[in-house]
């Protein structure tokens, strides 16, 4: 088995999630006495969280790029940013490093196209739902993605940050993400995209009212397709 690389720690909770998703699906594929040949950096998310200026971005690509040469140097043939905002410095992440850098969107286009899905919603934190960074990658695949609506980002991005970054999933928070699936299925949303690690706290992904795509799991899948080569 090839051994992989996470940057972690944003958050913790969604950490966690990476490590027992993959250690899980590899296991499936080998043998029960099996565990994924993993390393993982858990950086600190207090200073890496609610970005917004230039400054501290470039900053965070700082942080993220070194991480991502502490884990390859450690012996790592393949890396996951473990956190879909932080996708935003995708780039200078994966100029720093000579191994691949496995991209989130790209794995979760890849599965909407070969389930025919054309038509998705994105719920995410505020910089995943509105800047480009993310929703290119998408739609450069042939996805198209349903406008947002600031009312749903507003309540999606404080959900997140205020509750489920803290641990905490709570019923209101389930009524509110079943409430935006129905309206996004009546927008002509085809399936949903769970484009931020932590949202499967609260929203189920095997039953709703439209099909859901949880980013973490499927790019958790594909790291243990690498890991299995």
Request: with cysteine; charged share 20%; hydrophobic share 45%.
């Given at each position: 088995?090839?051994?992989?690389?996470?940057?972690?720690?944003?958050?913790?909770?969604?950490?966690?999630?990476?490590?027992?998703?993959?250690?899980?699906?590899?296991?499936?594929?080998?043998?029960?006495?099996?565990?994924?040949?993993?390393?993982?950096?858990?950086?600190?998310?207090?200073?890496?969280?609610?970005?917004?200026?230039?400054?501290?971005?470039?900053?965070?690509?700082?942080?993220?790029?070194?991480?991502?040469?502490?884990?390859?140097?450690?012996?790592?043939?393949?890396?996951?940013?473990?956190?879909?905002?932080?996708?935003?410095?995708?780039?200078?992440?994966?100029?720093?490093?000579?191994?691949?850098?496995?991209?989130?969107?790209?794995?979760?286009?890849?599965?909407?196209?070969?389930?025919?899905?054309?038509?998705?919603?994105?719920?995410?934190?505020?910089?995943?739902?509105?800047?480009?960074?993310?929703?290119?990658?998408?739609?450069?695949?042939?996805?198209?993605?349903?406008?947002?609506?600031?009312?749903?980002?507003?309540?999606?991005?404080?959900?997140?940050?205020d509750e489920l970054m803290q641990g905490k999933a709570t019923r209101s928070a389930e009524r509110s993400f079943k409430t935006m699936l129905t309206n996004m299925e009546q927008r002509g949303a085809q399936a949903a995209i769970l484009a931020c690690t932590e949202l499967d706290m609260v929203i189920d992904v095997d039953?709703?009212?439209?099909?859901?795509?949880?980013?973490?799991?499927?790019?958790?899948?594909?790291?243990?397709?690498?890991?299995?080569?």
């Amino acid at each position: 088995m090839r051994k992989i690389g996470l940057i972690g720690g944003m958050s913790w909770f969604s950490t966690r999630t990476y490590y027992e998703d993959i250690n899980q699906l590899v296991q499936a594929r080998t043998s029960t006495l099996s565990s994924a040949p993993l390393l993982i950096e858990s950086l600190d998310f207090n200073g890496l969280a609610r970005l917004s200026s230039a400054e501290e971005w470039s900053h965070a690509a700082a942080v993220l790029a070194d991480s991502a040469r502490r884990l390859e140097q450690a012996g790592a043939t393949a890396l996951l940013i473990g956190a879909n905002s932080m996708h935003k410095v995708y780039d200078e992440v994966a100029a720093a490093v000579a191994v691949p850098v496995i991209h989130i969107a790209d794995a979760v286009a890849q599965r909407l196209k070969a389930d025919g899905v054309t038509t998705a919603a994105l719920l995410g934190t505020r910089y995943v739902v509105m800047e480009s960074f993310y929703r290119k990658r998408l739609v450069g695949h042939g996805i198209t993605l349903l406008p947002p609506v600031m009312e749903e980002v507003e309540e999606t991005d404080a959900i997140i940050y205020d509750e489920l970054m803290q641990g905490k999933a709570t019923r209101s928070a389930e009524r509110s993400f079943k409430t935006m699936l129905t309206n996004m299925e009546q927008r002509g949303a085809q399936a949903a995209i769970l484009a931020c690690t932590e949202l499967d706290m609260v929203i189920d992904v095997d039953a709703n009212v439209l099909p859901i795509y949880d980013c973490t799991r499927i790019h958790a899948e594909a790291a243990a397709d690498w890991i299995l080569g």
